[in-house]
């Protein structure tokens, strides 16, 4: 088992809906990550938390909005999502922000938008 | 930006038969190339790493090997069982692009008993 933790395992939420997906770790990692993976392709950056704070933002839409509220959280928070954005989305961990350090991927969350 | 390219996009091979993933890379400053592994429905595992100052890492069945002159590096898994079908990505980072991992389109590899 992975020791980078995510709930849900499966979410469906519609258009409307306000829905927040969770990470967990306790490798005293500093470094979280969140990715987006459509099916058949490669893990797609969105963002990165270093030392709770946000440090890369690849452009994501606000409709998705992270928080780190201490250093083994992540969330991400979905509002007004399209059904485009169904997909799996996958929290990562590294010990620090860059320096080559190893990524420790969760299980994801599988999201359908409805 | 850096460009990952992955071959082949599929592999079939018996058990107990060998099998080699390639990739390579643009961006020669890159020095950091990992290899995921990602079964049906989970998320992708770190199997193996090498950094570019190696030319060659291996861990029981899995070896990786890095060519910084042609720039490409590839996996070689021995002995494949059942349990080693899934899909494989290559990455590198490190380069001019930074250290966020640029990963190939993924190999799906099929051992059939």
């Known amino acids: 088992d992975t020791e980078v933790t995510q709930t849900p395992k499966h979410l469906v939420m519609g258009m409307t809906n306000k829905k927040s997906l969770k990470c967990e770790q306790h490798?005293?990692?500093?470094?979280m990550y969140w990715y987006k993976q459509k099916a058949k392709k490669p893990p797609e950056l969105m963002f990165v938390y270093s030392y709770e704070k946000l440090s890369i933002n690849e452009s994501v839409p606000s409709r998705f909005s992270p928080e780190c509220p201490n250093s083994s959280l992540l969330n991400l928070h979905l509002h007004a999502l399209q059904p485009e954005d169904s997909a799996l989305y996958l929290c990562?961990?590294?010990?620090?922000?860059?320096?080559?350090?190893?990524?420790?991927f969760g299980n994801g969350t599988r999201l359908t938008v409805t | 930006g850096e460009n990952v390219e992955q071959h082949p996009s599929t592999l079939s091979v018996q058990e107990g038969d060998s099998a080699v993933i390639k990739c390579t890379y643009s961006?020669?400053?890159?020095?950091?190339f990992p290899w995921y592994k990602q079964e049906l429905g989970k998320g992708p595992q770190l199997i193996i790493d090498i950094r570019s100052n190696v030319g060659e890492k291996k861990d029981q069945r899995i070896a990786v090997t890095l060519n910084k002159t042609a720039k490409h590096f590839s996996l070689h898994i021995t002995e494949t069982q059942p349990e080693d079908s899934a899909v494989y990505f290559c990455?590198?980072?490190?380069?001019?692009?930074?250290?966020?991992?640029?990963f190939g389109k993924g190999t799906s590899l099929l051992v059939t008993p």
């Open positions: 990562a961990s590294s010990q620090v922000e860059g320096q080559n350090s190893p990524l420790h």
């Open positions: 490798m005293g990692h500093r470094a």
């Open positions: 990455a590198a980072s490190g380069g001019n692009s930074g250290y966020a991992l640029n």
């Open positions: 961006d020669s400053a890159s020095n950091y």
